[in-house]
T-cell receptor, first 113, second 113 residues
Framework: GAGVSQTPSNKVTEKGKYVELRCDPISGHTALYWYRQSLGQGPEFLIYFQGTGAADDSGLPNDRFFAVRPEGSVSTLKIQRTERGDSAVYLCASSLNPNNEQFFGPGTRLTVL | RKEVEQDPGPFNVPEGATVAFNCTYSNSASQSFFWYRQDCRKEPKLLMSVYSSGNEDGRFTAQLNRASQYISLLIRDSKLSDSATYLC??????????????FGKGTKLSVKP
């Protein structure tokens, strides 16, 4: 069956621009997670949705980062006024519920010039 | 102290060797523990969960020592295909649910012919 998909696979933008990253979770998965992975590091938690609501957004680095999941399925991570330090691979994962295995998407590689 | 610490390696071993990875975690409230595998430029994938009693899956054995807050992974009879980065992962305490995951930096393994 279809796994987690993320679009775009690569995004190059200029400092100060706004970007949106999309995640399509596995159908029926209620929990959705966003992580960020910099080179040589493990994934770093950003935000976790249970259904439509953000159950934990403690990993968002600052108020330039925002994520939504309006219908409890697709999620969009939004980054305003991008900075070079935002360059990383943004990974999305979903699980049937918070007790179950998380399945990761292939990620979006964001490069801020 | 970092939340999850691992030796980054790299571990360079010949085919057929036995190799062990160790990991320590700082949050004594963590209740779920995992090893993930990540191939170069790919997403992380669950290798195995780690239970207090220790668990084995083929050539892979995972151990947990809650008193020492220490997790290990043993790979026997290494194969070329085992070459990857191995990520030690603990959950943030959500009363037993996975919730968001906290990843170590990963240990790189390279198995040579």
């Amino acid at each position: 069956g279809a796994g987690v998909s993320q679009t775009p696979s690569n995004k190059v933008t200029e400092k100060g621009k706004y970007v949106e990253l999309r995640c399509d979770p596995i159908s029926g998965h209620t929990a959705l997670y966003w992580y960020r992975q910099s080179l040589g590091q493990g994934p770093e938690f950003l935000i976790y949705f249970q259904g439509t609501g953000a159950a934990d957004d403690s990993g968002l680095p600052n108020d330039r980062f925002f994520a939504v999941r309006p219908e409890g399925s697709v999620s969009t991570l939004k980054i305003q006024r991008t900075e070079r330090g935002d360059s990383a691979v943004y990974l999305c994962a979903s699980s049937l519920n918070p007790n179950n295995e998380q399945f990761f998407g292939p990620g979006t590689r964001l490069t801020v010039l | 102290r970092k939340e999850v610490e691992q030796d980054p390696g790299p571990f360079n071993v010949p085919e057929g060797a036995t190799v062990a990875f160790n990991c320590t975690y700082s949050n004594s409230a963590s209740q779920s523990f995992f090893w993930y595998r990540q191939d170069c430029r790919k997403e992380p994938k669950l290798l195995m969960s780690v239970y207090s009693s220790g668990n084995e899956d083929g050539r892979f054995t995972a151990q947990l020592n809650r008193a020492s807050q220490y997790i290990s992974l043993l790979i026997r009879d290494s194969k070329l295909s085992d070459s990857a980065t191995y990520l030690c992962v603990v959950n943030k305490d959500y009363g037993g649910s996975q919730g968001n995951l906290i990843f170590g930096k990963g240990t790189k393994l390279s198995v040579k012919p």
